[in-house]
């Protein structure tokens, strides 16, 4: 479409008597046949995209939440040798000390990557941008955000506790439970702890006195003392062996009857 060919369509539609609120539905999209000059435009738009590369990321910062973002980035894949040769590790730590100088870094062998944490998220922002696809000894790089390390004892109000561990002694149903019946909560069980501390006490073969002779009182101590078993080992095993041993029963003999009298 020329220039000319517009010129009479806006002619024609200021012509046509169209209410305002009708004219507002109607658009007119013009579409140039000059491609060589688009051509010119996108290359001058490019060489102005990268003179103004370090402009263009400023203003890309703007729109985005830098404080959100993580301050740890994965690099992968790299070469091979970059784990064994020291000489290539300094050289790829240079690469982001540009960034940051600060970084730590941490060689992942057995995923074949590396993480490195920067001090600040825009650091790690940096760097990303600018050597991601990165061509390093033959390998060209990819740069990834790393999801943050959390440590949960360190905010422990953060999460959902877990309930105390209170044992519930509940009444179990009976088989048929009469109407309102509810479940209720037993109460815990009895523990004498006097008697646990005197059983506790005791020693085997060992006087104890059960009860102490209190000072001005005509009242005597109890003292038990333990019986010397004079009974023979021996002799006590056979007693038991005794006990145990089933005793034959003695079947009685039938007696006659009347049919077997008379034929004798």
């Not at 007119?28 to 001058?44: E, H, K, V």
């Not at 003179?51 to 992968?76: A, K, M, R, Y």
């Amino acid at each position: 479409m020329t220039d000319h060919n517009l010129d009479q369509i806006t002619h024609g539609l200021k012509s046509v008597q169209l209410d305002d609120e009708d004219a507002s539905k109607y658009f007119i999209n013009y579409i140039s046949d000059d491609l060589d000059a688009l051509g010119d435009d996108d290359n001058n738009n490019n060489d102005n995209n990268n003179n103004n590369e370090h402009d263009q990321i400023d203003d890309t910062n703007d729109d985005i939440d830098i404080s959100s973002l993580p301050s740890s980035l994965i690099i992968t894949p790299v070469p091979q040798e970059l784990f064994t040769n020291q000489q290539m590790k300094d050289e790829f730590e240079q690469l982001f000390r540009v960034y940051d100088s600060q970084i730590t870094v941490l060689y992942l062998k057995f995923f074949q990557r590396v993480r490195i944490t920067f001090t600040s998220s825009h650091n790690a922002l940096q760097a990303r941008l600018h050597l991601h696809e990165h061509l390093f000894y033959g390998t060209r790089i990819k740069t990834y955000f790393a999801c943050p390390i959390i440590f949960r004892g360190s905010n422990p109000g953060t999460y959902l506790c877990p309930p105390e561990p209170e044992k519930l002694f509940l009444i179990s149903p009976p088989a048929s439970p009469p109407v309102g019946w509810e479940q209720k909560v037993e109460d815990p069980p009895i523990v004498d702890l006097n008697l646990l501390a005197a059983i506790a006490q005791l020693e085997p073969n060992q006087s104890h006195e059960l009860h102490s002779r209190e000072y001005g009182s005509n009242a005597p101590s109890i003292v038990i003392h333990t019986c010397d078993d004079y009974i023979n080992t021996d002799e006590r095993s056979k007693a038991l062996r005794e006990k145990l041993i089933k005793p034959t029963l003695v079947q009685t003999r039938r007696p006659p009857t009347n049919h077997s009298d008379e034929q004798n």
